[in-house]
């Protein structure tokens, strides 16, 4: 199957195979329950997990698709809202995901918060309607995704639901602000002030980290 990021954005075919493969990925986004969305992501040629990403269970395959095309002009609005959408269906299902799986959504070197924060960034000043306001919703959702996340998989370690301590990220630190708070509060603060959705971002991070911690960035 072509990657819509292989397609020209200025062909007519391109731009159908765009709409058509957004069109996909929202009817699966929409439509599959968790049983299904927690089974492995298949290449459709081969019927072999797919190899083009680290992305595993079809869930986290449908963002990383989902994320190249907020990269295609033409699909970009579209692709956006859908993946607000990953985002809340995520948020819904988190505690079932962690409970059936064992395995953290949000940390800071995975695909989710990876292609997350690219997005963010790459198109944080988008001049196309609506995306600017798409790009603040995703990055907040985010942001509260990570904070459920540690909360919930504090608690199943609590109750010693077969979750071990995090290897990445120590107890204590996973009690203090997150890690991609605080990365994002880095990268944010060294923004230029020109940078038109810079406060916003600020803004979201504020309710997440100590209001002093922000202020000393400047």
Same mark, same amino acid.
């Given at each position: @199957?072509?990657?819509?990021? +292989? ?16 069109? #996909?990925?929202?009817? @699966?986004?929409? =439509? !599959? ?7 492995? +992501?298949?290449? +459709? &040629?081969?019927?072999?997990?797919? %190899?083009?990403?680290? =992305? ?10 989902? =994320?190249?095309? =907020? ?29 059936? $799986? ?17 997005? #963010?960034?790459?198109?944080? &000043? !988008? ?6 306001? !798409? ?27 077969? #979750? ?14 997150? !890690? #991609? ?5 880095? $990268?944010? %603060? +060294? ?28």
């Amino acid at each position: @199957m072509q990657k819509p990021g +292989a397609i020209s954005h200025q062909s007519g075919d391109g731009v159908q195979y765009l709409f058509g493969h957004l069109a #996909v990925l929202s009817g @699966m986004l929409a =439509c !599959s329950d968790l049983d299904l969305l927690l089974q492995p +992501a298949v290449d +459709a &040629d081969s019927h072999q997990p797919t %190899s083009s990403t680290d =992305c595993g269970p079809l869930l986290l395959w449908l963002l990383w698709e989902l =994320c190249i095309l =907020c990269f295609e002009p033409d699909s970009q609005y579209h692709a956006f809202k859908q993946v607000i959408l990953w985002y809340q269906k995520t948020l819904k299902h988190l505690e079932q995901w962690l409970s059936a $799986t064992k395995r953290r959504i949000f940390q800071l070197q995975g695909v989710v918060v990876r292609q997350t924060l690219r997005l #963010v960034f790459s198109h944080l &000043d !988008s001049q196309v309607d609506g995306v600017n306001e !798409s790009v603040l919703q995703i990055f907040q959702l985010l942001l509260k995704g990570e904070c459920l996340e540690r909360e919930l998989w504090e608690k199943m370690q609590t109750l010693g639901d077969g #979750v071990e301590s995090d290897q990445h990220t120590p107890p204590d630190d996973m009690r203090k602000t997150g !890690s #991609v708070c605080e990365q994002t509060l880095h $990268t944010v %603060s +060294a923004m230029s002030w020109q940078v038109k959705g810079k406060c916003q971002l600020l803004a979201a991070i504020l309710p997440y980290t100590d209001a002093m911690q922000v202020k000393c960035q400047y």
